[in-house]
């Protein structure tokens, strides 16, 4: 092993393809049903639309996690991945790019068109699934899945037909959300809701047969053409009279009823509101409780049709600008108010959304919800990681509407033509992704053998953000068709955010590049930073900083790896300090084992890759190998090798879910060139260790030795005797004093000598430091040291001062909502260190 000439670090860029392709050679992904438990995950598909993103990475790198610790400990691991034809999302990508070559979708004709979405999926899937690969994911490659696969279309129109002859599916000339840029109707979900600055304008209708009038504030004049009404509120006062009586609409000059709903707020604007049925979901309903005219206003392009008299043609926009403008020369308009609200945009073009009539395929949600949860056996319950998820399923359940599932679009599963009709129209990419869990078995079509399986799958790893999209419908969806549930646990995690608490897209422009990451750092660092900057079910902001601490967990196991190697053989009688320090950290991390199963079966990921970072950086390396390196000079006994060699193993095991590529090259180099470590399997199939009982005696004696050690480097630390030997004074309890702790005492601090002292001996504090442990008295002379009262005084309130401001800074939540993570985290850092040094400056004052 001495011969090895091994590199200064892993090299990832020489190494991690090469590894990659021997475990896809060797089929160790691969699944197929046999007598072992299953352990299933299925990727949540990523959209075709161009590569990855890091919120990819951090939920790929999530499920890696998973599925490599349950192959180690001896699952049969089937990893599905997935594609997804993302309908809105990826027309617009097409359409953009056709726009740059000078053609339209409609210009090439939907043959052309769908040939060209055909190319690109073939290009961007290639994209991804290389991606995917750089990153480590072991996935079931065999087993990929694209959302418009036949297997899966067949499945479409087989739940389509059956919810159809079942009467939970109608055509409804209804009100839908429409982004007039794709041209297509949105689910309410598909909309991204910002806080606006608007006005409110505040117009005058006059009552018919009277001098009088009524102020109605809205913040849309330009659909005035489409009133239907005005509705005030039934036990407001001020209106009472008005009720069933006629208004005059400006302009138009036409007569619509005052009515009464409890919808209306009387706190808003006047307590009086115009209803436009058309281009308001909740108009609508006001609408159809009261019978009224519905007048279609605007087009799918946002232009005003014939309705919009003088100003059709124009787009609401500019509509709105001139009729403003009328409004305010013929005295109509009382005021214009600032305020702010909620407006949604489509989340793919980030356009402004148009509420509109359009005739549409729905999905009857409550008959459906109702359906699925006749379905749900006693105790079959998922688990839902964070818990707090189960209020936002709650409130979902409670602001139930029925399901638009069909859209305006060319790319996508094409909805069967029950209606004769000759338009193209496509199911809403949800309604194939929210039968995923059972279609990428082909369950809808036949209850075969690979869905009795590997259904229910084990656990799904997502992100919050299409909690409501997707994850609610597929645990309907299992209920309705298959009566399970589709998954046993779920984990959302949070979003991946920028500085400026966005959150990081491609559309915003506001994401790194994934593939320079990886590039830059590799993909075992980039692992590490992704999941050190993801507390549990918490949103994230994005420190490129933290594939730092990747590559430092990188490097330290690394030279870990190279240090064991350099030991050799001896005869010799083995040191009884090796044989103690070794059974020190094996304990330590046997009780590292028992957290880290804890741990990941409750997706603390971040929380278990850090403690199983400081195990090896603290014990291992820093208590053990340096040590033993100090003491023997690398010559050790067979037996205590031997020892060590199974140690590292095992780290590398518990090391291996997070870091795969580096821990399968170094063992097996291991494997291959020292007969010791005795593993000829690669250790991607090796078995996960088994819990052994750790010896409590050993750890709480250690841990005494620890307190002695802390109380000598604070005396170091106060009296500045850091190279220094001393002389350690104790009395002890007892005749006898454990020789494991005077030789770890001597070799770990630097200790001259060690003198015990009979009960009766007498020392002044003045002369001496002192501290007890475990009821005995540790005594260190004091050297002669003169201390500058002066400047520690003024270091004194300095720090103390400096502290404050510190202290002030992090309690601000403008500061902690604002500053980057990195700043954070460096006033954190701050604080500690001004703490620190108060304390021993506080102790230098009761000195002098």
């Known amino acids: 092993m001495n011969s090895l000439n091994l590199e200064k670090e892993y090299n990832f860029n020489k190494y991690d393809q090469f590894i990659y392709r021997y475990w896809e050679k060797n089929k160790y992904f691969n699944s197929i049903p046999d007598n072992r438990l299953s352990y299933v995950v299925i990727m949540p598909p990523p959209n075709i639309t161009g590569v990855l993103h890091i919120g990819h990475i951090l939920n790929n790198t999530i499920q890696d996690v998973l599925i490599r610790k349950a192959r180690l400990e001896g699952f049969n691991t089937c990893w599905v991945p997935g594609l997804d034809h993302a309908s ?237 403008d009328f409004l305010k020369k013929n005295n109509f308009l009382v005021k214009v108010k600032e305020y702010k609200t909620q407006i949604g945009f489509s989340e793919r073009s980030n356009i402004e959304v148009e509420q509109l009539l359009s005739y549409q395929w729905f999905l009857k949600m409550n008959l459906l919800v109702k359906t699925a949860l006749q379905n749900i056996p006693k105790k079959d319950i998922i688990k839902l990681y964070p818990k707090k998820i189960k209020n936002k399923i709650k409130y979902w359940f409670l602001n139930l509407k029925d399901w638009n599932i069909s859209r305006q679009l060319w790319w996508g599963h094409r ?135 990747g590559n430092k967990i990188k490097n330290k196991i690394w030279n870990a790896f190279k240090l064991i190697i350099k030991f050799n053989i001896t005869t010799k009688d083995n040191i009884e300090i090796n044989n103690y320090l070794f059974l020190v950290i094996a304990n330590k991390f046997y009780l590292l084992l028992k957290l880290i199963n804890k741990l990941l079966k409750k997706y603390l990921l971040r929380k278990a890759l850090i403690i199983t970072y ?104 106060i009296y500045k005797t850091y190279k220094k030997k001393i002389t350690l004074f104790i009395f002890i309890k007892k005749n006898i004093y454990n020789k494991r702790k005077k030789a770890l005492l001597f070799l770990l601090e630097n200790i001259k000598n060690m003198i015990f002292l009979k009960k009766d001996y007498t020392y002044t504090s003045k002369k001496y430091y002192s501290f007890i442990s475990d009821e005995e008295i540790y005594l260190i002379k004091i050297p002669q040291i003169r201390f500058d009262i002066k400047k520690i005084v003024y270091q004194f309130y300095y720090y103390k001062k400096y502290l404050y401001q510190i202290i002030l800074k992090l309690k601000n939540s403008k500061f902690l909502k604002k500053a980057p993570l990195k700043i954070i985290n460096l006033e954190k850092q701050k604080k500690i260190a001004f703490i620190n040094k108060i304390n021993l400056l506080t102790t230098q004052i009761k000195l002098i």
């Open 88 to 324: 809105i999302a990826t027309e617009h990508k097409l359409i953009t790019e056709l726009k740059k070559k000078g053609f339209s979708k409609e210009k090439i004709g939907v043959k052309n068109f769908l040939k060209f979405a055909t190319k690109w999926k073939i290009k961007y899937s290639q994209t991804i699934i290389k991606q995917l690969k750089k990153i480590g994911c072991s996935c079931d490659w065999q087993r990929l899945k694209f959302s418009m696969d036949d297997d899966i279309s067949k499945s479409i129109t087989k739940i389509f037909r059956k919810l159809d002859q079942k009467g939970f599916l109608y055509k409804n000339y209804g009100i839908v959300n429409w982004d007039t840029k794709t041209q297509t109707a949105l689910s309410n979900e598909e909309i991204l809701y910002k806080t606006c600055k608007v006005n409110l304008y505040y117009i005058i209708y006059q009552i018919k047969d009277e001098n009088n009038y009524i102020i109605v504030a809205t913040k849309r004049p330009e659909t005035i053409f489409a009133d239907s009404a005005l509705c005030v509120n039934p036990t407001d006062k001020r209106y009472i009279n008005y009720i069933n009586k006629k208004a005059i609409v400006p302009i138009s000059s036409k007569e619509i009823p005052i009515i009464a709903d409890n919808y209306v707020d009387k706190k808003f604007g006047y307590g009086c509101v115009k209803i436009t049925p058309a281009h308001d979901y909740n108009d609508k309903l006001i609408a159809e409780r009261h019978n009224l005219e519905i007048i279609n206003l605007i087009d799918k392009n946002g232009i005003l049709n014939k309705y919009g008299l003088n100003w059709a043609g124009e787009n609401v926009k500019s509509a709105r600008k001139k009729i403003i």
């Open 614 to 717: 400081n195990f090896l950086k603290k014990y291992f390396c820093y208590l053990f190998l340096e040590n033993l390196k100090k003491i023997n000079y690398y010559y050790l006994n067979y037996r205590l090798i031997t020892k060590i060699y199974k140690l590292f193993k095992y780290i590398l095991l518990i090391f291996n879910p997070f870091i795969p590529f580096i821990t399968e090259y170094i063992w097996n180099i291991l494997k291959t060139k020292n007969n010791i470590f005795n593993n000829k399997k690669p250790l991607i199939i090796q078995k996960w260790p088994n819990q052994k009982k750790i010896n409590i005696n050993i750890l709480n004696e250690f841990r005494k030795i620890k307190q002695i050690i802390s109380q000598i480097k604070i005396f170091r630390n």
């Open 415 to 549: 909805i069967p033509d029950c209606c004769q009709t000759t338009k193209i129209e496509v199911f809403d990419t949800w309604f194939s992704a929210w039968i995923w869990p059972i279609g990428i078995f082909n369950g809808i079509m036949s209850n075969n053998s690979e869905l009795q399986y590997y259904y229910p799958t084990t656990e799904l790893v997502t992100g919050e953000d299409i909690l409501f999209f997707w994850v609610i419908r597929m645990i309907l969806a299992g209920y309705f068709f298959l009566k399970k549930k589709p998954f046993k646990k779920i984990y959302f995690h949070g979003i991946v955010k920028d500085n400026n608490n966005l959150k990081m897209s491609k559309s915003l422009g506001n994401s790194p590049n994934s593939n320079k990451i990886l590039n830059q750092y590799g993909a075992d660092s980039v692992r590490c930073g992704i999941l050190i900057m993801a507390p549990l079910g918490k949103d994230m902001v994005f420190n490129p900083e933290a594939f730092l601490i």
